[in-house]
């Protein structure tokens, strides 16, 4: 069983029992987060696509741990201008383990 979950303007194809590295969640005290906006749900017999969620589907999960991925880095420059400029940034991402999926 798998689900299409939006969060964020993203899409996560999620299953139960597994974990995910997700956009970062600004989090509370409580560790647990419902997905409700739930695009399309296949349990291996059906296929339901929401138009453009399903109605009462949702997906339970469990916050682990907030993580920042691998430094990407760039460069501006110009020739012949003495101008160069180093640039960094790295993703904040966060791993949810998915527990259930809901009909």
Do not use: C, W
Request: aromatic share 8%.
């Amino acid at each position: 069983m798998f689900a299409i979950v939006s969060y964020k303007g993203k899409q996560y194809k999620v299953q139960e029992e597994k974990e995910y590295k997700i956009d970062l969640i600004e989090q509370s005290d409580d560790k647990n987060i419902i997905f409700s906006d739930i695009l399309l749900i296949d349990d291996g017999k059906d296929v339901k696509v929401g138009t453009p969620f399903i109605a009462g589907a949702s997906v339970n999960g469990e916050i682990i741990k907030d993580i920042k991925d691998d430094k990407v880095t760039g460069i501006k420059f110009h020739a012949k201008k003495h101008y160069k400029r180093n640039l960094g940034h790295r993703q904040q991402y966060t791993i949810v383990a998915i527990k259930k999926i809901n009909l």
